[in-house]
Each structure stands twice: as C-alpha cells, then as structure tokens.
Nanobody
Framework: QVQLVESGGGLVQAGGSLRLSCAAS????????MGWFRQTPGKGREFVAA????????DHADSVKGRFTISRDNAKNTVYLQMNSLKPEDTAVYYC?????????????????????WGQGTQVTVSS
C-alpha cells in the first residue's frame, strides 16, 4: 500500500503562483510513476502532469505546459507541482496519484485508470 498526502492548495489571484506537494509513504518503489490530476464539479479527473520516479522524465498537459512544472525529491519521497501564471480555469481539486510498473523502459501514464493510489485532494482556487 502507498499513502499519498497532498498539501499546498489555497486561494490565489490570477497570475499568481502555488506549489503543491505530494508526500508518499508506505511501499514506495523506484519503479513508479507519480501524476497530478485535477477535477471540477460535474467533470471527470483531468491529467495535469506526470513524472517517472526513476529517471525523472516528465509529461505535462498542453493546457498547463509552460506554466506548471512537476518535479520530485527522491530523498523526501515527495512530488511537487509548481504552478505559475495561474488562471481562473485552473480552479479545481488537485489529486496526486501513483502506480508502479515493471520492465526496463521508463513509462509515463496520462490516464486516470492507469493509477493505483490516490491522495485525498487539495483545493486550488484562482480568483479573477
């Protein structure tokens, strides 16, 4: 089992910045992918960004590319999402997710159902 705890959400004005953190505990493996998703009321979870824990390769959704950056701190078992130039449409509950994988090729996953573990979510509200 893996436990994920998000933090860092809050209220910010448009154009501002926030940094979300996701601390992983439990059976944390190096062959893992960590992702960030977001969800607004009445909609499904939307992929935001993901990082391969082993090699550090990343992927970002087009809607956040150039504004958001995912990163990791292996020593702290923590993944970050630096969000700059925030827009009102970024308002959502942000979730951290993880899964392990096998094989030597380091993958990245964009689909919600590819992930096994989820955090409780943290609210991000961007005012105009």
């Amino acid at each position: 089992q893996v436990q994920l705890v998000e933090s860092g959400g809050g209220l910010v004005q448009a154009g501002g910045s926030l940094r979300l953190s996701c601390a992983a505990s439990g059976r944390v493996f190096s062959s893992a992918v960590m992702g960030w998703f977001r969800q607004t009321p009445g909609k499904g979870r939307e992929f935001v960004a993901a990082i391969n824990w082993s090699v550090g390769s990343t992927d970002h959704a087009d809607s956040v590319k150039g504004r958001f950056t995912i990163s990791r701190d292996n020593a702290k078992n923590t993944v970050y999402l630096q969000m700059n130039s925030l827009k009102p449409e970024d308002t959502a509950v942000y979730y951290c997710a993880s899964r392990t994988y096998s094989g030597s090729y380091p993958p990245i996953f964009r689909l919600e159902y590819d992930y096994s573990y989820w955090g409780q979510g943290t609210q991000v509200t961007v005012s105009s």
